[in-house]
């Protein structure tokens, strides 16, 4: 059973960019969650897809979309980025509302 | 809303003393309760959580939590620490609707072991 992967690992960007962020979920899931680590903080919830469809959103600015594919993989795109952005980006896939989030490893975004 | 708080930042212990990490919530209903674990590079891997059934859930390498409602917590313990326990522990929390989604996660709690 293959794992969530994500990509790229690390990368390095500067202020006013633009971001994409890519993920791989578990085989069987359909649903992908993605979630903002800052340094020395717990993961904050940006936003979950559901069959293609946005269907839950934490308290991010429209800047960061994204999407889903029809083999349920997802991409986080974050356009005009701040160095706030800088943060481990988790991605999250489930089987629906079974209860488990099984995580990737992150990509960490430096914005300078 | 709900909210996790997790009590102590950084928790010290010596090989085979007993763990604590502590861990209340703030919910207007009975949630789903989590504690994940991450290892430095690494992302989340799930311990246990509650989904209403026992109160007392164990999980994985020996850990287990006690979901409390009239203390409202949901304290994780390990009755012997091992050194490769030393890692980052969050408790995180959703509402019932919405289990293994959308989680609020703690500020974590760093957990380090000695010899």
């Known amino acids: 059973e293959t794992g969530v992967t994500q990509s790229p690992t690390h990368l390095i960007k500067t202020r006013g960019q633009q971001v994409t962020l890519r993920c791989s979920s578990q085989s069987g899931h359909n649903t992908v969650s993605w979630y903002q680590q800052a340094l020395g903080q717990g993961p904050q919830f940006i936003f979950q897809y559901y069959r293609e469809e946005e269907n839950g959103r934490g308290n991010f600015p429209p800047r960061f979309s994204g999407l889903q594919f029809p083999n349920y993989s997802s991409e986080l795109n974050v356009n005009a980025l701040e160095l706030d952005d800088s943060a481990l980006y988790l991605c999250a896939s489930s089987r629906g509302g079974t209860g488990e989030l099984f995580f990737g490893e992150g990509s960490r975004l430096t914005v300078l | 809303a709900q909210s996790v708080t997790q009590l102590g930042s950084h928790v010290s212990v010596s090989e085979g003393a007993l763990v604590l990490l502590r861990c209340n919530y703030s919910s207007s209903v009975p949630p789903y309760l989590f504690w994940y674990v991450q290892y430095p590079n690494q992302g989340l891997q799930l311990l246990l959580k509650y989904t209403s059934a026992a109160t007392l859930v164990k999980g994985i390498n020996g850990f287990e939590a006690e979901f409390k409602k009239s203390e409202t917590s949901f304290h994780l313990t390990k009755p012997s620490a091992h050194m490769s326990d030393a890692a980052e522990y969050f408790c995180?929390?959703?509402?019932?609707?919405?289990?293994?989604?959308?989680?609020?996660f703690g500020k974590g709690t760093t957990l380090s072991v000695s010899s």
């Open positions: 995180a929390v959703a509402p019932k609707r919405q289990a293994g989604t959308a989680l609020i």
